[in-house]
Each structure stands twice: as C-alpha cells, then as structure tokens.
C-alpha cells in the first residue's frame, strides 16, 4: 500500500513566521501535486510537480519534488492569517490517473 | 476549470437508512471520483466513476455499500446504503483534466452525520 506521510501533523505559528511542511513516501510518484482545504470547502489545487528536483514557486509558497520523487517540501515565507487551513500532498505513479493523499497537515497562522 | 456542484451540502441521517449524493460538473469529463474524509482526516479514494462502465472500487469499499452511477459525462451519484455512525464523513467528488489528468477539482463535499 502506497502511503504518503506529512510533518507536521499540526502547526500553529505566528504571523511573519517561515515554516515548511513535508510530504514523505516510500514509493516512487510520476506527479505530485499540493492542495489547501479550508473548512467547509473541497481541496484546492496549488501546485503539480512533475520533475525530480523541480522547485515551483508560488507568490510566498515554495514547492520542491526531491529528486527520486519520493518526497516533496512546502515552504511558506512570511506566513500570514490567511494562510491557515488544512494542507495536502497528494501523488499519482505512472500507468494510473488515481491520487493518493497524504495524512495532512494542519497550519493555524495566529496574528 | 470544472465547477463542480454537490447535493446535499449537509445531511443527518438515522441509522439503517441511505442516501444518494448528487455530483453535477458544468462541462464533460471523464474521469470522475468519490471520496472520503472522515472528521479531521486526509482524503481516502472510494471509487472511480467512469461514463460507460461500471465504476472501480478501492480496497476496503464495495458495490452494495455505495453504489455509483454515472449516467453522462457530466453527472454522477454516489449512495451510502445502510448506513450506521460509522459512516458519518464528508463525502466529496472530484474530477480530473489536463494533458496528465493531473489537475483535479474538488466539490465542496456533503457533510453526513448518521445518528
């Protein structure tokens, strides 16, 4: 079974703070992608990596796939309050459209 | 991007009874999926529902408990059948576009508690 593991599980922080989440997996991913979840919403797509080693970034947010593209970071600079929701890694392999998500992390940005 | 429109937003249920969860896209897919999120969890796959086919379910979830249909390419029900506490999730479809089919929009979900 695929599984997908994040670091954090919670976080709580304060405004103008950097943080970094990461997405760790045994298996070997042809894409990754990040979501943000906000209560009482579905997911919303941030980013799709698709390379080893490819850096996105995304106004404050930066994005990594590690190189074997087993792993992936996210990285806030600066965090502010709207920051705060539910983050998600999840990761498609090769052959198959399916997503597997990983087991979240939830970020509270405290002003 | 897909828009994608869930019914009902919210339901409470008794224990025995089911209900059928409405997914309407405003254009033509087809891939589509239902998921689970149980409260203050990740994301779990339930099936995937294919225009034409029967849908494909993941280990741990069956037919008779959630029945899917998917009856064009811009429509599709998800049923939860006999439903104990157990079943009480967020319930959300998703489609899948792009070149890779990896660009995924989500629905706001369907809130279920079962009593």
């Known amino acids: 079974t695929q599984l997908l593991e994040q670091s954090p599980q919670f976080l709580s922080i304060q405004e103008g703070e950097n943080l970094t989440v990461y997405c760790n997996s045994s298996s070997v991913f042809s894409s990754l992608q990040w979501y943000r979840q906000e209560p009482g919403e579905g997911p919303v797509l941030l980013v799709t990596v698709v390379t080893g080693g490819e850096v996105k970034k995304l106004k404050r947010l930066t994005f990594q796939f590690g190189d074997a593209r087993k792993d992936s970071s996210l990285h806030i600079t600066a965090a502010q309050t709207g920051d705060t929701g539910l983050y998600l890694c999840a990761g498609t392999t090769s052959g198959t459209y399916k997503y597997i998500f990983g087991t979240g992390t939830r970020l509270k940005v405290l002003a | 991007s897909a828009v994608i429109s869930q019914k009902p937003s919210r339901d409470i249920c008794q224990r025995g009874t089911s209900l059928t969860i409405q997914c309407q896209v405003d254009?033509?897919?087809?891939?589509m999926f239902w998921y689970r999120q149980q409260p203050g969890q990740s994301l779990t796959l339930i099936a995937t529902a294919n225009q034409g086919s029967e849908a494909t379910y993941e280990s741990g979830f069956v037919i008779d408990k959630f029945p899917i249909s998917r009856p064009n390419l811009t429509f599709s029900t998800l049923t939860v059948s006999n439903m104990s506490p157990e079943d009480s999730s967020i319930y959300l479809c998703s489609v899948a576009e792009g070149m890779g089919r990896n660009i995924q929009y989500f629905g706001a979900g369907t809130r279920l508690s079962v009593l």
């Open positions: 254009s033509q897919v087809t891939m």
